[in-house]
């Protein structure tokens, strides 16, 4: 009697062992995988800043453009 207790009890750990290793290696990949999702927003990120530094340039650009332009209008005298 006491061997059929045993073994069902050592059928419910074996049972829950493997459920143990499953949810580990479930863990471990939702690590990776948020590890990944991470890197692609802090690389957003640094997409976003490069974009911004870029509009910034392009903004003193045109700026400047339209300094020299006014400029170009005085000396033709092509102001209104």
Do not use: C, P, W, Y
């Given at each position: 009697?006491?061997?059929?207790?045993?073994?069902?009890?050592?059928?419910?750990?074996?049972?829950?062992?493997?459920t143990?290793?499953?949810?580990?290696?479930?863990?471990r990949?939702l690590?990776?995988?948020?590890?990944?999702?991470?890197?692609?927003?802090?690389?957003l990120?640094?997409?976003?800043?490069?974009d911004?530094?870029?509009?910034?340039?392009m903004?003193?650009?045109?700026?400047?453009?339209?300094d020299?332009?006014?400029?170009?209008?005085?000396?033709?005298?092509l102001?209104?």
């Open positions: 009697m006491t061997d059929n207790v045993d073994n069902l009890m050592l059928e419910h750990l074996k049972k829950f062992q493997a143990l290793d499953s949810m580990q290696r479930d863990i990949e690590k990776v995988r948020q590890s990944e999702t991470h890197s692609a927003v802090l690389a990120r640094r997409d976003q800043l490069g911004a530094e870029v509009t910034a340039h903004q003193t650009q045109m700026d400047r453009f339209g020299r332009l006014d400029r170009v209008e005085r000396r033709l005298d102001t209104n």
